[in-house]
């Protein structure tokens, strides 16, 4: 089955008007923020309850039907991991163990970066991804500050792959499926002010137990996703010189310098995709039919 030049410059000619669409948004400063809401969804994780258990991760894995396993580290099929540091606390190695997902930004630079809007930011807290907009240009990975969005390099049809916050959860009114799993407190869901002030609460109740520092209450503009340890963040491997200003500020500085042969590149390669994936999805759906009438 070939693909005619006809289609070829229909797809084409539809993917070049969805970038035309979504650039205004894109290039302006700030893009990726929504609007304020005061009943935004945030998560409070406290270092010095987390014993290890893993029920974090394994309980992600079960709700998005995950392969991978909490020891991988992030990747596109383990979204939620637990990384174990030795770090040394008055004179002894001591072991913390760190939990490890999207951080969900208040402004985050994945979004402000994707050029066809399939990384948004919801008013209820969660940045969540829309496969089919996407074009696989992975500039969501690169300015993530975080590290965070990971690429399906082994599927024919990659995909950006990432917490996504249970938004689905959310919207049922439940809680993620991380917060419900853990049995020793150390993953609080709520609302993000009120869990701000829940954990400047316990650092003034026990000022000798924690770092006096919410990790994620400032950092890039603040994240949905709030830290309390026992240790320095840095021993923990937590990226601690990223500056309070949200990233997106940044994005357009950047984004602006990108020759024109690049987006003319991705027009190309995504509607190459498109008619690819189409031709395939067609092939299979007459091998299927041509199997059952065998």
């Known amino acids: 089955m070939g693909i005619t030049r006809r289609k070829f410059i229909q797809v084409a000619g539809a993917t070049t008007a969805a970038l035309a669409i979504t650039r205004p948004a894109w290039a302006a400063a700030g893009s990726a923020a929504v609007t304020a809401d005061p009943e935004a969804k945030g998560m409070l994780i406290d270092i010095t309850k987390c014993v290890g258990c893993k029920m974090c991760s394994m309980a992600c894995k079960e709700q998005n039907k995950l392969t991978g396993e909490p020891d991988d580290g992030l990747g596109a099929e383990t979204w939620t991991s637990l990384k174990v540091v030795e770090v040394e606390k008055e004179g002894q190695k001591v072991q913390k ?57 082994d599927s024919p049809f990659p995909l950006v792959r990432k917490c996504v916050f249970c938004f689905e959860r959310l919207k049922a009114g439940e809680q993620p499926a991380c917060a419900a799993a853990c049995p020793m407190g150390a993953t ?101 039919e041509r199997g059952h009438r065998e």
């Open 97 to 153: 163990f760190v939990r490890q997902q999207c951080f969900h930004c208040l402004e985050p630079a994945c979004a402000s970066a994707c050029p066809v809007g399939a990384l948004m930011k919801t008013k209820e807290g969660p940045v969540i991804y829309d496969g089919s907009k996407c074009i696989g240009c992975r500039y969501c990975m690169i300015a993530c500050p975080f590290g965070i969005p990971k690429y399906q390099w």
């Open 188 to 288: 609080k869901f709520g609302v993000r002010s009120e869990l701000l002030k829940e954990a400047e609460d316990r650092i003034a109740a026990s000022p000798q137990q924690y770092v006096n520092h919410i990790y994620g209450k400032e950092e890039v503009g603040g994240t949905s996703f709030l830290y309390l340890s026992d240790v320095p963040f840095e021993a923990l491997g937590f990226p601690t010189n990223l500056g309070n200003v949200p990233l997106p500020s940044y994005t357009w500085k950047a984004m602006s310098k990108i020759p024109g042969v690049v987006a003319g590149g991705a027009v190309f390669l995504s509607a190459a995709y498109l008619l690819n994936k189409n031709r395939t999805q067609e092939t299979e759906g007459q091998d299927h």
